[in-house]
């Protein structure tokens, strides 16, 4: 069969699908539109978020046999579309969990300790120890929503603190020996701090909203590094503003392209990147911890997400 590989990723996928027998071609950097030219000629596809696989880029894709998205979530692909045309749908999700559930812990120690805030304080010569007092962990309840690889993940890393953990997932059954499966309004009534692990979906987006917020009846923190678009975010700045949400680590925004490979467009004029009002809050803000769309981006990940890849397609076409 032959493969085409529209995002550069680890060497193994392409050295291991050699020797298993594949022709393996390359293209990074063409369009979309070149691409669904040529794309009859191949029985797979390789990608991660480079641009979305719809309606028109499967009807030309005539002798397309599965798609492998590096990546856990399928967003970018039509994939109720692809299934009717017989297309098998791969993902890896069990590559990148580990990384995910560090990062979201990583995340929430930094906002309950105040790293950000001070470390910037000390390189700027002040020392202000009061100021930097840290709240612990032990003795919190932290609500998940999503009970997944991802979320799974991060319960595990919670293992090690006194915590009451508790999920929220439309499936039912789902929850075990590191985490409680509630309701959503017992999780809303109970959680000091909320952790998104969700995929987007129709269910999943501007999920996050006003109204979401206020049902919970604690102060919370809040951490997210699923999907962007799950977090209205000017309603998580009034939240922050007005102390119903306490600090917030975002390892995804609202604002991401579908590539997740850049934010925002620069002004044509000026040159100078137009930013939204609730984003520059967001950059301001003490209580708000960022990073870029790169909680599952470890070096670990990266071969790990490789390799889930190979694993499914050999045991689904070999």
């Known amino acids: 069969m032959k493969v085409l590989h529209l995002d550069a990723n680890h060497s193994l996928l392409i050295d291991q699908l050699n020797d298993l027998g594949y022709i393996?071609?390359?293209?990074?950097?063409?369009?979309?539109?070149?691409?669904?030219?040529?794309?009859?000629?191949?029985?797979?596809?390789?990608?991660r978020s480079r641009f979305s696989i719809d309606k028109?880029?499967?009807?030309?894709?005539?002798?397309?046999?599965?798609?492998?998205?590096?990546?856990?979530?399928?967003?970018?692909?039509?994939?109720?579309?692809?299934?009717?045309?017989?297309?098998?749908?791969?993902?890896?999700?069990?590559?990148?969990?580990?990384?995910?559930?560090?990062?979201?812990?990583?995340?929430?120690?930094?906002l309950f300790n105040k790293l950000n805030k001070a470390d910037k304080e000390v390189r700027e010569g002040k020392w202000l120890r009061e100021e930097n007092r840290g709240v612990e962990l032990d003795g919190k309840t932290v609500g998940l929503i999503g009970y997944g690889n991802m979320g799974k993940a991060f319960a595990k890393k919670l293992r090690g603190f006194d915590v009451d953990v508790l999920c929220y997932d439309i499936k039912p059954n789902v929850g075990d020996e590191n985490c409680k499966q509630v309701s959503l309004s017992e999780l809303q009534e109970k959680s000091d701090v909320l952790s998104l692990h969700t995929p987007q979906t129709e269910l999943t987006m501007n999920m996050i909203d006003e109204n979401f917020i206020n049902q919970f009846k604690n102060p919370f923190w809040l951490v997210n590094t699923a999907r962007g678009k799950s977090v209205v975010?000017?309603?998580?700045?009034?939240?922050?503003?007005?102390?119903?949400?306490?600090?917030?680590?975002?390892?995804?925004?609202?604002?991401?392209?579908?590539?997740?490979?850049?934010?925002?467009?620069?002004?044509?004029?000026?040159?100078?990147?137009?930013?939204?009002?609730?984003?520059?809050y967001l950059v301001n803000s003490e209580k708000v911890i960022l990073s870029p769309h790169v909680a599952g981006w470890t070096i670990e990940s990266k071969e790990k997400l490789a390799q889930t890849i190979v694993n499914k397609i050999k045991l689904k076409f070999n």
């Open 56 to 110: 028109q880029f499967l009807d030309k894709a005539s002798n397309l046999k599965f798609i492998g998205r590096v990546g856990a979530g399928l967003e970018n692909i039509d994939c109720d579309y692809a299934e009717k045309k017989g297309v098998t749908l791969i993902s890896a999700p069990e590559g990148n969990r580990n990384a995910v559930g560090e990062h979201s812990l990583g995340m929430l120690l930094s």
């Open 24 to 47: 393996n071609d390359t293209d990074y950097t063409a369009t979309k539109e070149v691409v669904e030219d040529k794309i009859h000629n191949y029985d797979g596809i390789i990608i």
């Open 233 to 280: 975010t000017k309603d998580l700045v009034l939240a922050l503003e007005v102390g119903k949400i306490l600090g917030a680590g975002l390892d995804v925004l609202e604002y991401e392209k579908k590539s997740f490979e850049n934010l925002f467009k620069k002004n044509t004029t000026s040159d100078k990147i137009e930013m939204p009002k609730a984003f520059q």
